[in-house]
C-alpha cells in the first residue's frame, strides 16, 4: 500500500519563505509530484522530482530524498495569492500504478 | 487549447438516485482518469480509462462505475448514492496512460451534494 503524510495546515506572512513537508510509504517509487489547489479549482502542476535533490522553478523549488520518503515544496516571497492547498502526490512503480494524492496542506498567507 | 470540462459544475440529489458526471478531456489527450475529493480524505482515486478500456480502478465499491468514448470523452456513474458520496469529483486527462512523468491536468470538478 502507499501511505503519504503532509501538515493539514500552515500560515504564513506575505514575503517570507515556508516548507511543505511531505513523507511517504510507498511499494516502489516513480516519481513525487506537487499540485496548487486553490478553493473551488482545479488543481494546478506545479513540480515533478523522481532523482533526488532539488528542482527549482521561479519562487517554488521541490526537493526530493528517496532513501528518506521524503520531500518538501519551498515557496520564497510569498504572496496572498499562494494561499492555497498544497498537494503531494506519489507514483509506485508497479506498472500500471495511479497517482497517489496526499490530503492536502492548507496554506494561509496573511499580511 | 481548452482545458478539462466537467458538466455539471454542481449537483443536488437525494438518497437512493443516481448520477452521472461527464467529462471532456483536453483535446488529443487520450487517458481519463476520475478522482473523489472530500474535506477528510483528500483525493481519492477511482479509475483511468484509456483508448475506451478501463485500465485501473480504486478501492471503491460497484455503485461506482465509468466508460469512456471514442472521442476520449468520459462519463462517472454513481447509483443507490448514499450521504457519504457527497464529494467534488474531479477529472484529469494526460496525453498517454499515467507512467512515470505522466501529469495530470485537471478540471475544476462537479461538487455532488446528496441529501
Known amino acids: 500500500g502507499q501511505n503519504i503524510d503532509q501538515p493539514t495546515e500552515m500560515t504564513a506572512t506575505e514575503g517570507a519563505i515556508v516548507q511543505i513537508n511531505c513523507t511517504y510509504q510507498t511499494s516502489g517509487f516513480n516519481g513525487l509530484f506537487w499540485y496548487q489547489q486553490h478553493a473551488g479549482e482545479a488543481p494546478t502542476f506545479l513540480s515533478y522530482n523522481v532523482l533526488d535533490g532539488l528542482e527549482e522553478k521561479g519562487r517554488f523549488s521541490s526537493f526530493l530524498s528517496r532513501s528518506k520518503g521524503y520531500s518538501y515544496l519551498l515557496l520564497k516571497e510569498l504572496q496572498m495569492k499562494d494561499s492555497a492547498s498544497y498537494l503531494c502526490a506519489v507514483r509506485g512503480n508497479s506498472g500500471n500504478t495511479p497517482l497517489v494524492f496526499g490530503k492536502g496542506t492548507r496554506l494561509s498567507v496573511i499580511a | 487549447k481548452a482545458g478539462v470540462t466537467q458538466t455539471p459544475r454542481y449537483l443536488i440529489k437525494t438518497r437512493g438516485q443516481q448520477v452521472t458526471l461527464s467529462c471532456s478531456p483536453i483535446?488529443?489527450?487520450?487517458?481519463v482518469s476520475w478522482y473523489q475529493q472530500t474535506p477528510g480524505q483528500g483525493l481519492q482515486f477511482l479509475f483511468e480509462y484509456f483508448s475506451e478500456t478501463q485500465r485501473n480502478k480504486g478501492n471503491f465499491p460497484g455503485r461506482f462505475s465509468g466508460r469512456q468514448f471514442s472521442n476520449s470523452r468520459s462519463e462517472m456513474n454513481v447509483s443507490t448514492l448514499e450521504l457519504g458520496d457527497s464529494a467534488l469529483y474531479l477529472c484529469?486527462?494526460?496525453?498517454?496512460?499515467?507512467?512515470?512523468?505522466?501529469?495530470?491536468?485537471f478540471g475544476s470538478g462537479t461538487q455532488l451534494s446528496v441529501l
Open positions: 484529469a486527462s494526460s496525453l498517454r496512460l499515467v507512467r512515470d512523468t505522466e501529469k495530470l491536468f
Open positions: 483535446s488529443g489527450h487520450r487517458s
